[in-house]
């Protein structure tokens, strides 16, 4: 249960961060001491209705400051939104960590956000907590810059779907393209594309490479949003798709995680044809497809290293799990 602090609340909450002041200073991480965040500035927070728990069983596990995110330390930076909730004095009960809590608590903050027209969230961390760093990665938190008069590191996360306009999805066979852009072609009610519906016609034979290119061009020009799955990086597309494209979502696992998709994708559709493909293009696993994919890591790197140099021009999410991606999902 995620709900407004009370004034009761104030003894649990302050002792709970104290818990977690102490477990942060265990791991060398300097954020605060033993005199920030306490009481009273929580109960300012309550005060101003800002301060939300997470509670279970009676038990308080988390809590977090929600404000307007026009701060003072804040102005200087380059925000990709006005509209922005600022999240501070975040805690979560030490012996809760990792346990879906904090997860909970933004999720919430999330739906919380789109509900009021809410455009983003903000929020800094110290350069040296690792484990909010991490976190923020994986909610797809964007860096934007480092606040030098408190020592932090600033991160925004756009709120909904409004930046998906024309989404392109990379990543290894196996690790789910196909599937992600159906969910979020359904959930935005946008059109998709499948790649390889394009490039395979009947019985795995490679479409004429002009006119691959002319008919991904035109499906771009002719839908001013869209989703597309499929990497071909060997096509003059590619080039293409990252200049239509505002968003670019790599799904970055791990080579295990994408042969496990492999196989069960083969065992599901063996020896015959999946909806989305032409006749004769039947799934059937062999040595040169497990090299492809076993090996996909080199150009996972050359994708990384091109979507670098236009980040400044696009969303970039890579999520490296299939729980991230989860994630950040069910904000849409």
């Not at 927070?45 to 728990?53: C, G, Q, R, W």
Request: aromatic content about 10%; some cysteine; proline content about 3%.
């Amino acid at each position: 249960m995620i709900r407004l602090a009370k004034t009761n609340d104030l003894d649990q909450i302050d002792a709970l961060s104290l818990k977690t002041i102490k477990d942060m200073r265990a791991k060398a991480i300097k954020q605060w001491d033993t005199t920030y965040p306490r009481k009273t500035h929580f109960a300012e927070d309550i005060e101003k209705e800002a301060l939300y728990v997470y509670e279970k069983k009676g038990k308080i596990l988390g809590a977090m400051a929600v404000l307007p995110g026009d701060e003072k330390a804040y102005r200087d930076l380059p925000w990709m939104r006005d509209e922005s909730f600022a999240v501070h004095r975040i805690v979560v009960a030490p012996d809760a960590q990792r346990r879906g809590v904090a997860t909970a608590l933004f999720l919430w903050l999330f739906a919380k956000a789109k509900k009021e027209g809410v455009e983003s969230i903000r929020i800094d961390t110290h350069p040296a907590n690792s484990r909010m760093l991490g976190f923020l990665k994986r909610l797809q938190f964007e860096y934007i810059g480092y606040i030098p008069s408190i020592h932090r590191l600033a991160y925004e996360r756009l709120v909904g779907e409004a930046f998906l306009k024309r989404t392109i999805i990379l990543g290894s066979s196996g690790s789910g393209k196909t599937t992600l852009a159906r969910m979020i072609g359904e959930k935005l009610a946008v059109p998709i594309l499948h790649l390889d519906t394009v490039y395979w016609e009947k019985d795995w034979t490679p479409i004429d490479g002009a006119l691959f290119q002319e008919k991904v061009r035109r499906f771009m020009r002719e839908n001013p949003r869209f989703v597309m799955d499929g990497n071909y990086l060997h096509t003059p597309t590619f080039a293409d798709r990252l200049h239509y494209a505002d968003t670019v979502i790599l799904l970055s696992y791990d080579r295990k995680e994408a042969l496990k998709g492999i196989i069960e994708r083969e065992a599901k559709y063996k020896h015959r044809h999946r909806s989305d493909m032409a006749e004769g293009c039947d799934e059937d696993i062999d040595q040169e497809f497990l090299q492809y994919v076993y090996f996909f890591d080199d150009r996972r790197k050359r994708i990384e290293g091109i979507v670098k140099t236009i980040a400044h021009k696009k969303h970039f999410l890579r999520f490296s799990t299939r729980e991230a991606l989860d994630h950040w999902l069910a904000t849409l």
